[in-house]
């Protein structure tokens, strides 16, 4: 099978722009999170989505948001970007009825 | 209540040597403990993973161990490898509505060959 893919790699932005991560999950897998990873805060999760609807989310402001299609690939934005938003975004997939969770590469971004 | 606090922050040991890696954890709710393995430039790679039912866990040369009245797990790695060198998280998920998993702030292990 296939693992969990990521794109863009890597994204370069500037303050108050908008960004859009995408990420396929491993085939037959329904449930996709999102995770922030930064030096200083470490990994922190964001949002979990399952069957198109989100099921948990974590502490973050409102400018992070995210969606799941029927084909189970999810997109995440964040809106009107901080320098603060730097940071490895990674996905997880899982089938959603466990917790086992398999992570794709992640997308780089760079906020200047 | 929702941390998990990981120890060391960093580690180095010797190559055939034993790493281990601590971790505890307050919220009772927690239900499945996982270690993940990250290299630079990675996304996390799940390694072993163990539910509070059991005290131990085996998987060739990774082993956790778990204490659920002291709330502590760690990960015990054998013969420890220069391509052991990476960063390792522990973590703990909970049902809350979906799933939650919580991170430890994570280890970097260096294997002197």
């Known amino acids: 099978k296939a693992g969990v893919t990521q794109t863009p790699r890597y994204l370069i932005k500037t303050r108050g722009q908008q960004v859009t991560l995408s990420c396929s999950p491993i085939s037959g897998h329904r449930s996709v999170s999102w995770y922030q990873q930064t030096p200083g805060q470490g990994l922190q999760f964001l949002f979990e989505y399952f069957s198109e609807t989100q099921r948990n989310k974590g502490n973050f402001p409102g400018r992070f948001s995210g969606r799941q299609f029927s084909n189970s690939r999810s997109e995440m934005n964040v809106s009107t970007l901080e320098l603060g938003d730097s940071a490895l975004y990674l996905c997880?997939?899982?089938?959603?009825?466990?917790?086992?969770?398999?992570f794709g590469p992640g997308t780089r971004l760079t906020v200047l | 209540q929702q941390q998990v606090k990981q120890s060391p922050q960093s580690l180095i040991v010797q190559k055939g040597g034993i790493s281990i890696i601590n971790c505890a954890y307050e919220?009772?709710?927690?239900?499945?403990f996982p270690w993940y393995q990250q290299f630079p430039g990675k996304g996390p790679a799940l390694l072993i993973a163990i539910r509070p039912d059991v005290s131990e866990k085996k998987e060739g040369r990774f082993t956790i161990s778990f204490n659920k009245s002291a709330k502590q797990f760690s990960l015990h790695i054998m013969d420890s490898q220069p391509g052991d060198s990476a960063t390792y998280f522990c973590a703990a998920s909970e049902w809350t509505g979906g799933f939650k998993t919580i991170f430890g702030a994570g280890t970097r292990l260096f294997v002197k060959a």
């Open positions: 997880a997939s899982s089938t959603g009825v466990t917790d086992t969770q398999y």
């Open positions: 919220n009772t709710a927690f239900d499945y």
